[in-house]
Each structure stands twice: as structure tokens, then as C-alpha cells.
């Protein structure tokens, strides 16, 4: 029979109810991970096989959430400045209200990282064993998480409202609560160390998002880079106005000169960050007047450094994203010119030039390898081993290559030739003389007689009555999605075989009955 194995069983996500929300969901990057549909959903099924409840990297509901948890970062770093610094302790209660929710929030997601799978940079599997999970949690981002994630904005309640029921009662009470209430908002300046968790958030929502994987990467590394120059700009524009505030106003500070003490919030916002941007851009000081004290002059100083490093950071960023775009994306392109040039040259039909576009884009995925010239230019050891990783576990699915010699197999393993298949291509007819085996590494193919119809899927492979001697094709196979076939010769393996006689004699008689077993099975 041309495959001994079934198909392997489907079992899509909407099957399992309110659980689908947790298992991987498809798209580009789950696909870029795992390769395929099926392998997607083999990862679903490994997920609720498990038995643990663990929110998969790549699931519907981490890919809501993290959105959330950006914007909700994002607007904490831009609030709790202005809290400190402008508002004068009477923030409201609705601030109030998202501070607490903010707090709450960040508890949760201290919470749930420790049930949230994770895609390591060495591995294509997600780790979903809850110990995994815990031990990398807690030796990597947990102390700094619950440092950020400190419910200070439940302190700052409890005391604004002991604050409020104190101001019918003597003077000095009311003022020592003043005090605290003070120290405990610039205690909450901890919570600023939530700009890891927006650098991390940015970085996972590339993993989880289902645009085009480069100009996803392209647009997330400069839209974070504009944020992180707007928030140090703010947090400059911030520190600004609150360093006076904290000395009291004196009589020769800027908020003083400028006339600012009786003005809004808006105002106030206004000329610090104005006040800022001068120091850091260095053109002005944006001030009639030079720094007029030692605290005023080392804040003007912070800031022209700041401005300084943004520079620096700006500077080094716009390089690296000029001279750092994906040099194998860049070479698929000039190769693709140079095919269309061709083509052109050629006078191809449309639907010839689209069919090979198609190709290229499925064989390379937008990056151009020289896949054959890497290969030779590495030693035997390291080629044997580049191949074991990748095909050896579709070797050892078949029958006849089960239990063989390692050095066997290894061998074999570099007779392997990759192809790759578009959707409705025929990769042979039945009848049709043949004269090599297929290992399917992701995709689906439909092999069909006039009595016999399967599918076959990632794992599984087909044509191997053909392997030992040269014949006919016992059926027609056909490409139901975009198939990554490895190939392996009739001619290529028997040259392999002259060096291991005891298999070869082996080899002919399993070859022999299962030619004659799979004649029956496609006559019947």
C-alpha cells in the first residue's frame, strides 16, 4: 500500500466550546510556527490532551488581552506623572477608579502568567507544562512585575478618603495626612517600572498578530520607538513642574516667573513640556531666564542629557531599521525582479507567471536560502545532523526503515531532496512509471484509483513501491493544500544500499510483500 499509516485524526478548535478561546487559533504567525493547518491542529489537540487549563501564546483570548494590557500600560505611564506632578493630590474619582482597576489588572496578570504558555526562541513548541512555566516566570520578569504591579492606587484611596474625614479635625493632623499623602504618590512612582511590561506587550503582540509577519515586525519596532520618545518626553515635561512643586514654589523658580501658579492643568502641561523639548533638542532654553538654583540647574542638566541619549537611541534605531531589514527578504525580492524580467522576456501567460509566483512564495516564504550551496559548504557531521532534525521523524514512520542501523538511516537521510507542491498540482498519475518515494512534511494530498480515495497529511508519505525497483504508479496523488515534500530516489537509494548488503536482501522482500499488499488494497 502506498502508506500504511491513516491519516491522523481532525479535531478543530470550534469543537471544544468555551476552551477554543485558549487553544491556538490560525494565522499567519501560528502558521509560520507550525507550518501547516494540521499541525495547527495537532497543537490544539496536545493542548487539551494536557488536561491542564493554560492559555496558549497563540490564542484568541491572549491576543484580546494583550491589546488591553497595552493600552491599558501605556495610558498608566502617561496618567500617573501627570497625577504626581499637576493634579495637587485632587485627582478625582474616576482617576482614582482607574487606578484601582489598573492595579487590579496588573495582580491578575502577575496571576495569569503563570498559566500562559510560552513560545521559547530556541524551541517551535509551546511550553504548556505548568512547572516549565512556573520555573522560567519566576527567574525571569516575576520580581519585576510585582514591584510595578504594587497596589499603590488602593493606598492612595484609603488615604485620600482618611485624608478627606481628617479635615473637620485639628490642623496638624490634617497636615501630617497631607505629608503622607505625599510620599505615598511618589512611592507610587514604582509603578513606572510597568514600561518593561509595554516593551514585552509590544514584542507579544507581534507574535500573536495575523498581518504579514515583516511589516508587522517593521511597524511595532518604529511605533514603539515613537512611544518610548513620547514617554520620556512627558515624563521630562512631568519633572519639570514637579520639582518646584516639591520645594514649595520658591520665589525664583520658573513656575514662579512664568506666572503658572494659579493657572490650569493644560497650562501648566503646556510649558513643562515646552520647557522640556528646549532642554533636549538643545536650541533654546525656552525660558527668559537661566536656571536660578543648584536643583533647578541639575534638573535643566537631566534633561539636556536626556535629550542627548534620545538623540543617540533615534539615531541608532533608524540605522539599525535601514541597514537591518531582513537581508533574506530583500534577496527574495531581487530574485523575484529578476524572475518577472524573465518571464517577461519569455512572454508567459498571466496564469503561468502567477502559478510560478505562487511557487516561489510557498518554496522560500518571502527569503531567499540557498538552500543546496549551505548544505555542501558544512562538514558531513553537521549535514547528517541538520537532516536528522528535520526528516528523521518521517522516516522512522515508515515500516521498512523502522529498527535500521543508524548509519543506515543517516545516510539515506542525505539522498533527501525538498519539494514543494502548490494546491490542485497532480505530483504523479496513476500508471505513470515511477521512480521515487515522498515524505510529507506539512501539507495534504489526496492519493485516489477508481475504487480508492485517502487523504494523506503531515507525517505521512506515499509512493514507496517504487522505491526498490523502478514502476508504475499504483495511484494518482494530488495536492489538496501547498505540500513541503521531502523526495528520496529509487536510483539514489539503491547506490545506499550497495553499501549495507544485510538490508538490501531485507529491503527486497519487505518491498516485495508490500507491493503486493498494496496492489490488493487499491484493487479491492
Not at 69 to 95: C, H, K, R
Amino acid at each position: 500500500m502506498e502508506n500504511s499509516q491513516a491519516p491522523v485524526g481532525r479535531r478543530t478548535a470550534s469543537t471544544c466550546g468555551w476552551r477554543a478561546a485558549f487553544l491556538p487559533q490560525l494565522n499567519r504567525q501560528s502558521l509560520s510556527v507550525y507550518g501547516s493547518e494540521i499541525a495547527v491542529e495537532k497543537e490544539c489537540i496536545r493542548q487539551l490532551q494536557s488536561g491542564v487549563w493554560v492559555i496558549h501564546p497563540f490564542s484568541p483570548i491572549r491576543s484580546y488581552y494583550i491589546m488591553c494590557m497595552v493600552a491599558i500600560t501605556f495610558l498608566n505611564l502617561i496618567g500617573i506623572p501627570m497625577e504626581i506632578a499637576f493634579l495637587d493630590g485632587y485627582s478625582g474619582v474616576g482617576w482614582e477608579g482607574f487606578n484601582v482597576f489598573s492595579d487590579t489588572l496588573f495582580l491578575m496578570d502577575v496571576a495569569l502568567n503563570f498559566r500562559m504558555g510560552i513560545i521559547s526562541e530556541d524551541s517551535e513548541v509551546a511550553i504548556l507544562d505548568i512547572k516549565k512555566i512556573r520555573v522560567i516566570y519566576l527567574k525571569s520578569w516575576f520580581i519585576p512585575d510585582v514591584i510595578a504591579a504594587f497596589p499603590i492606587g488602593y493606598i492612595l484611596l484609603i488615604a485620600e478618603l482618611q485624608s478627606h474625614s481628617d479635615t473637620s479635625t485639628s490642623g496638624s493632623k490634617a497636615s501630617r495626612m497631607v505629608r503622607i499623602l505625599m510620599f505615598v504618590r511618589i512611592i507610587s512612582l514604582v509603578r513606572l517600572l510597568r514600561v518593561s511590561r509595554l516593551v514585552r506587550f509590544f514584542n507579544e503582540v507581534e507574535k500573536v498578530s495575523n498581518a504579514n509577519l515583516e511589516y508587522v515586525q517593521l511597524f511595532f519596532r518604529i511605533l514603539s520607538l515613537f512611544m518610548m520618545m513620547f514617554l520620556l518626553c512627558h515624563w521630562n515635561g512631568c519633572i519639570q513642574y514637579f520639582v518646584p512643586m516639591l520645594e514649595e514654589f520658591p520665589s525664583d523658580c520658573w513656575v514662579r516667573q512664568e506666572k503658572l501658579m494659579n493657572a490650569t492643568v493644560g497650562e501648566k502641561y503646556s510649558f513643562g513640556v515646552f520647557r522640556a523639548l528646549s532642554h533636549m533638542i538643545q536650541i533654546s532654553y525656552g525660558s527668559n531666564e537661566s536656571p536660578t538654583n543648584e536643583v533647578e540647574l541639575w534638573v535643566v542638566m537631566t534633561s539636556m542629557l536626556s535629550g542627548a541619549l534620545m538623540y543617540t537611541v533615534l539615531v541608532a534605531n533608524a540605522a539599525a531599521i535601514i541597514t537591518n531589514v531582513d537581508q533574506a527578504a530583500k534577496a527574495y525580492k531581487d530574485k523575484m525582479n529578476h524572475l518577472d524580467d524573465y518571464m517577461t522576456f519569455l512572454k508567459l501567460p498571466n496564469d503561468l507567471r502567477l502559478r510560478i509566483q505562487k511557487y516561489y512564495g510557498a518554496r522560500y516564504g518571502g527569503r531567499w536560502f540557498d538552500e543546496k550551496n549551505f548544505l555542501i559548504s558544512v562538514s558531513t557531521a553537521l549535514r547528517e545532523e541538520i537532516l536528522t532534525v528535520m526528516c528523521l521523524s518521517l522516516l522512522n514512520n515508515v515500516p521498512m526503515f523502522q529498527n535500521r542501523d543508524v548509519n543506515f538511516l543517516n545516510t539515506v537521510l542525505l539522498q533527501f531532496q525538498h519539494e514543494v507542491f502548490q494546491e490542485d498540482d497532480v505530483i504523479f498519475q496513476q500508471n505513470a512509471s515511477g521512480d521515487r518515494m515522498f515524505f510529507i512534511e506539512h501539507g495534504q494530498v489526496l492519493v485516489e484509483t477508481d475504487s480508492f480515495s485517502q487523504e494523506l497529511a503531515d507525517g505521512d508519505y506515499f509512493g514507496e513501491t517504487c522505491l526498490m525497483t523502478k514502476g508504475k504508479r499504483l495511484a494518482t496523488v494530488q495536492a489538496l493544500t501547498t505540500c513541503q515534500l521531502f523526495s528520496l530516489s529509487s536510483e539514489r537509494f539503491q547506490m545506499v544500499l550497495q553499501g549495507f548488503p544485510d538490508i538490501r536482501r531485507d529491503m527486497e522482500k519487505f518491498s516485495q510483500q508490500d507491493k503486493e499488499y498494496s496492489a490488493a488494497i487499491y484493487q479491492q
